[in-house]
């Protein structure tokens, strides 16, 4: 049994079960036994790869985005340059080496890191140690100062916690881990939130609903104080009903129960939600378009050619390899989407449309 399971049972024990929600929370973020807070996940050797980790690709066009974008804003001299968890720091490397292309946004750019892991926070330090940019890191959005955003998240969304409702024949009940058997089982809370209605659904369906308060503080800075916010993420244009909780360890999945702590626990990221929520704070939104349309959309047809004129026919061979697994829609290409947060007066952004 996990150290963070054996946690688990003893509140459990005592408060009864807990919602899906603070489950999700605590198998990433528990302080001392939180997937995130202890471990790097990322690569070959670890759990799952994510794009900036497939190629400097990604985030050299990410940051030749994050440059357009700081123009099409007017050139402000000072811009906090935002990036919801960075993972290893490898994007932001890779989009501040391409921003010295443009060395007034190099010379314009604070970088604010928001990240509660002390291991990838090391990471990152190490990462943008030569950055030439000044670096802050915060536990949240919130503590960033004030001033026009440029912001980035690349499969942050997905980690954020969501609440699951399970329809039953008396109406929709809020979805809970307790401990049935001696194990760790999804439960249903006794009592309906809301009684019969008149819905369609047949029992058994299950709602999902995200935390929404990263995306509304971001959304509400941006709204306020100018900017742009790239979100990429695996997930559904529309909304839907359905269980997209998952969680992998070593390449595979695993059930999202066992060995609470030691695998990643992610949910789909339902677009048109953080959409809603965007406009409520008076904040606009370009897209989602899928991954592979927005990279080609940047360009990264050509940079590839471009990084394969002085490789070796082995580099060449990783090069359309790297830029298959980020484009092609049976890989990243189609699953992941991208999804800008604007400025209601900014225009339309490189890379939809
Ligand atoms: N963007 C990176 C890493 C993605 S993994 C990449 O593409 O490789 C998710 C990242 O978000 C990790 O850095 C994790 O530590 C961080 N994270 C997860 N939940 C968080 C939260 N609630 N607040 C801040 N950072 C969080």
């Known amino acids: 049994m996990t150290p963070l399971e054996r946690d688990i049972r003893t509140i459990v024990d005592t408060e009864g079960p807990m ?27 670890g759990d799952f790869v994510t794009a900036p980790e497939v190629s400097q690709m990604f985030g050299e066009l990410l940051g030749a985005w994050a440059a357009a974008v700081w ?3 007017g050139s402000p001299a000072r811009v906090n340059l935002i990036e919801l968890g960075p993972g290893r720091g490898t994007l932001m490397a890779d989009a501040l080496r391409a921003a010295r292309a443009l060395p007034e946004f190099h010379a314009a750019v604070a970088v604010h890191l928001v990240e509660i892991s002390p291991v990838l926070r090391a990471l990152q330090e190490k990462a943008l140690a030569s950055a030439g940019v000044p670096i802050e890191w915060h536990p949240g959005i919130e503590e960033i100062a004030d001033g026009p955003t440029i912001a980035i ?10 609440s699951q409702f399970v329809k ?6 809020v979805r809970t881990v307790g401990i049935a058997d001696d194990k760790l089982s999804f439960m249903a809370a006794p009592d309906p939130m809301l009684g019969p209605v008149a819905d369609t659904t047949p029992p058994g369906t299950i709602l999902e609903r995200r935390d929404d308060r990263a995306m509304t503080l971001l959304s509400r800075r941006i709204a306020r104080q100018g900017g742009a916010a790239l979100i990429v993420d695996y997930g559904h244009a529309k909304s839907a009903f359905g269980d997209t ?17 030691e695998s990643d626990l992610t949910a789909q990221v339902d677009f048109a939600a953080i959409v809603g929520w965007a406009q409520r704070q008076g904040a606009a939104t370009q897209g989602p378009v899928a991954q592979g349309e927005f990279l080609r959309r940047l360009g990264i047809e050509q940079r590839a050619a471009r990084l394969k004129n002085n490789a070796t026919p082995q580099q060449a061979a990783d090069i359309d390899a790297a830029l298959a697994r980020l484009t092609a829609t049976d890989q990243m290409g189609e699953l992941f989407k991208v999804l800008a947060i604007t400025h209601p ?3 339309p952004l490189p890379g939809f449309g």
């Open 19 to 45: 919602t899906v929600s603070e489950y999700m929370e605590l198998c990433l973020a528990h302080p001392q036994h939180g997937y995130y807070v202890t471990r790097d996940p990322f690569g070959a050797a």
């Open 71 to 73: 123009r099409q804003m």
């Open 153 to 162: 998240a690349n499969e942050f969304v997905d980690a954020l916690p969501i």
């Open 168 to 173: 039953n024949h008396d109406g929709w009940h």
């Open 245 to 261: 909780l998952q969680a992998v360890r070593g390449h595979t999945f695993t059930r999202p129960l066992e060995n609470p702590g």
């Open 345 to 347: 007066k900014l225009g």
